[in-house]
């Protein structure tokens, strides 16, 4: 696990320890909830800055591990740079908003108040940054890869984080155009962690999936060391899985009853 810690570190050190706070945010935002008893829709107030917080570690991580698989000198160019400053500076607004929000009782998402509704806005121009350049690290990687490093692992990782990037974004936006990530239903917050409806469409389902075909594609060649045409079947079924999901949670209807 150390040597898994200082390989992280070596390949990315800003995006590596992007990871760790985000770790201490999730820890604090946990501890919040077990002192804080104020609700929001249903759950904690502190639901919201700790779910985002743990979804930014495998963000954080894995776009620091995919810096190893750019050739040594893609990883000085600029766009290298727009990609890591970009991303950091996004995901900070977005979690820095979220947890003052929360400290406040106060909705991030969807909020009433004047000034909610326009930093909400913002988040949503925060959010397509990230995505977008999550899709072009993918696009950096498929481009100007390392060659010394196999072919299938640089598509796989890749091809992930283009996915990730671009369905990210289309059911991000799926979301914020409903007006709501819940699509039909009684509304009634479904099982921890995710809290995902149980009895109408859910459209965060689709989100989840998408945003972690960053880590199921690569995961499918850790395991596999497939050829190219594996990984590229794998990624499109994962596209199609998240897709239908999409449509699905459109529909008003649950992943399952």
């Known amino acids: 696990m150390r040597a898994l810690i200082a390989e992280l ?17 999730l820890a ?14 249903g759950v904690s107030v502190w639901t919201k800055p700790a779910k985002f917080a743990a979804s930014f570690i495998p963000w954080f991580w894995t776009l620091a591990w995919a810096w190893g698989v750019l050739a040594p000198a893609a990883r000085r160019g600029a766009l290298a740079g727009l990609v890591l400053w970009g991303t950091l500076g996004a995901a900070a607004f977005e979690q820095g908003w ?4 929360a ?19 913002l988040m949503g121009l925060g959010a397509t940054v990230l995505v977008a350049l999550a899709a072009l690290l993918g696009l950096l990687v498929l481009v100007r890869g390392d060659t010394v490093q196999p ?16 369905l990210g974004g289309v059911t991000g936006y799926a979301i914020a155009g409903t007006g709501s990530p819940l699509v039909g239903g009684s509304g009634t917050p479904g099982f921890p962690p995710f809290y995902w409806s149980r ?9 989840f999936l998408a945003v972690h075909a960053m880590q199921a594609v690569p995961g499918f060649w850790l395991l596999t060391r497939a050829t190219s045409w594996p990984v590229a079947a794998v990624t499109a079924a994962w596209a199609a899985f998240a897709v239908a999901a999409l449509r699905l949670a459109q529909a008003g209807m649950p992943l399952s009853p």
Do not use: E, K
């Open 151 to 166: 072919r299938g692992w640089r598509l796989a990782v890749g091809l992930g984080l283009v996915v990730a990037g671009v």
């Open 9 to 25: 570190h070596r390949r990315q050190n800003l995006l590596a320890w992007a990871g760790w706070v985000a770790v201490g945010c």
């Open 103 to 121: 400290a406040a009782g106060l909705p991030s998402h969807f909020a009433s108040d004047p000034f909610g509704q326009v930093m909400f806005a």
């Open 199 to 207: 009895d109408g469409g859910d459209l965060r389902v689709a989100h």
């Open 98 to 101: 979220i947890t003052w929000r």
């Open 28 to 41: 604090f935002s946990l501890a919040a909830m077990a002192v804080d008893g104020r609700q929001i829709y």
